[in-house]
Nanobody
Framework: QVQLVESGGGLVQPGGSLRLSCAAH????????MGWYSQAPGNERELVAS???????NYVDSVKGRFTISRDYAKNTVYLQMNSLRPGDTAVYYC???????????????WGQGTQVTVSS
Protein backbone atom coordinates (compact mmCIF):
# COMPACT_ATOMS: atom_id res chain seq x y z
CA GLN A 1 0.00 0.00 0.00
CA VAL A 2 1.35 3.40 -1.00
CA GLN A 3 0.24 6.76 0.33
CA LEU A 4 1.22 10.31 -0.68
CA VAL A 5 1.07 12.77 2.22
CA GLU A 6 1.05 16.48 1.42
CA SER A 7 1.73 19.50 3.59
CA GLY A 8 2.50 23.19 3.29
CA GLY A 9 -0.60 24.87 1.90
CA GLY A 10 -2.25 27.92 3.42
CA LEU A 11 -3.23 31.55 3.02
CA VAL A 12 -0.65 34.00 1.69
CA GLN A 13 -0.73 37.56 0.39
CA PRO A 14 0.02 38.34 -3.24
CA GLY A 15 3.77 38.33 -3.80
CA GLY A 16 4.32 35.91 -0.97
CA SER A 17 5.79 32.41 -0.95
CA LEU A 18 4.79 28.92 0.09
CA ARG A 19 6.55 25.58 -0.02
CA LEU A 20 4.55 22.41 -0.60
CA SER A 21 5.87 18.98 0.37
CA CYS A 22 4.70 15.52 -0.59
CA ALA A 23 6.17 12.35 0.88
CA ALA A 24 5.51 8.87 -0.46
CA HIS A 25 5.09 6.18 2.19
CA UNK A 26 4.59 2.43 2.05
CA UNK A 27 5.83 -0.37 -0.15
CA UNK A 28 8.04 1.40 -2.70
CA UNK A 29 10.58 -0.17 -5.04
CA UNK A 30 10.98 2.80 -7.38
CA UNK A 31 9.38 6.13 -8.19
CA UNK A 32 9.27 7.44 -11.74
CA UNK A 33 7.84 10.89 -12.40
CA MET A 34 6.51 13.05 -9.57
CA GLY A 35 4.49 16.19 -10.04
CA TRP A 36 2.10 18.81 -8.78
CA TYR A 37 -1.34 19.56 -10.22
CA SER A 38 -3.73 22.37 -9.38
CA GLN A 39 -7.50 22.49 -9.48
CA ALA A 40 -9.39 25.75 -9.05
CA PRO A 41 -13.16 25.73 -8.41
CA GLY A 42 -15.06 24.86 -11.57
CA ASN A 43 -11.88 23.95 -13.45
CA GLU A 44 -10.26 20.70 -14.41
CA ARG A 45 -7.12 19.48 -12.65
CA GLU A 46 -4.05 20.59 -14.60
CA LEU A 47 -0.33 19.96 -14.41
CA VAL A 48 1.73 22.69 -12.75
CA ALA A 49 5.17 21.07 -12.67
CA SER A 50 6.77 17.67 -12.90
CA UNK A 51 10.17 16.11 -12.25
CA UNK A 52 11.44 12.85 -13.68
CA UNK A 53 13.42 10.09 -12.00
CA UNK A 54 16.61 11.68 -13.34
CA UNK A 55 15.69 15.24 -12.40
CA UNK A 56 14.31 16.60 -15.64
CA UNK A 57 11.75 19.29 -14.84
CA ASN A 58 8.74 20.62 -16.70
CA TYR A 59 6.56 23.65 -15.89
CA VAL A 60 3.34 25.13 -17.19
CA ASP A 61 4.12 28.52 -18.76
CA SER A 62 2.20 30.51 -16.13
CA VAL A 63 4.56 29.45 -13.30
CA LYS A 64 7.91 29.50 -15.08
CA GLY A 65 10.36 31.69 -13.19
CA ARG A 66 8.16 31.69 -10.07
CA PHE A 67 7.79 28.03 -9.03
CA THR A 68 10.54 25.44 -8.55
CA ILE A 69 9.97 21.71 -8.26
CA SER A 70 12.59 19.53 -6.59
CA ARG A 71 12.99 16.06 -5.20
CA ASP A 72 14.71 14.33 -2.29
CA TYR A 73 15.26 10.84 -3.67
CA ALA A 74 16.37 9.40 -0.32
CA LYS A 75 13.18 10.60 1.36
CA ASN A 76 10.81 9.82 -1.55
CA THR A 77 9.65 13.41 -1.29
CA VAL A 78 8.82 16.08 -3.87
CA TYR A 79 8.64 19.80 -3.15
CA LEU A 80 7.11 22.80 -4.86
CA GLN A 81 8.61 26.17 -3.95
CA MET A 82 6.08 28.81 -4.93
CA ASN A 83 7.29 32.42 -5.09
CA SER A 84 5.69 35.66 -6.28
CA LEU A 85 2.27 34.12 -5.75
CA ARG A 86 -0.72 35.64 -7.49
CA PRO A 87 -4.46 35.42 -6.77
CA GLY A 88 -4.75 33.33 -9.93
CA ASP A 89 -2.61 30.64 -8.28
CA THR A 90 -5.40 29.97 -5.77
CA ALA A 91 -6.38 26.31 -6.03
CA VAL A 92 -6.16 22.94 -4.39
CA TYR A 93 -2.75 21.46 -5.19
CA TYR A 94 -2.40 17.70 -5.61
CA CYS A 95 0.78 15.67 -5.55
CA UNK A 96 1.13 12.89 -8.13
CA UNK A 97 3.62 10.04 -8.44
CA UNK A 98 4.12 6.97 -10.59
CA UNK A 99 5.33 4.20 -8.29
CA UNK A 100 6.41 0.59 -8.63
CA UNK A 101 5.92 -1.32 -5.38
CA UNK A 102 8.19 -4.27 -6.25
CA UNK A 103 10.74 -5.04 -8.95
CA UNK A 104 8.17 -7.12 -10.84
CA UNK A 105 5.05 -4.99 -10.27
CA UNK A 106 3.74 -2.64 -12.89
CA UNK A 107 3.73 1.08 -12.27
CA UNK A 108 0.68 2.69 -10.67
CA UNK A 109 -0.31 6.33 -10.43
CA UNK A 110 -0.98 7.72 -6.97
CA TRP A 111 -2.46 11.02 -5.76
CA GLY A 112 -2.13 12.99 -2.57
CA GLN A 113 -5.13 14.25 -0.61
CA GLY A 114 -4.75 17.81 -1.84
CA THR A 115 -3.72 20.98 -0.03
CA GLN A 116 -5.43 24.35 -0.34
CA VAL A 117 -3.39 27.35 -1.48
CA THR A 118 -5.16 30.69 -1.22
CA VAL A 119 -3.52 33.91 -2.43
CA SER A 120 -5.43 36.93 -1.20
CA SER A 121 -4.89 40.26 0.47
Amino acid sequence: QVQLVESGGGLVQPGGSLRLSCAAHGSIFSINDMGWYSQAPGNERELVASISSVGTTNYVDSVKGRFTISRDYAKNTVYLQMNSLRPGDTAVYYCNARIRSTRWAREFEYWGQGTQVTVSS
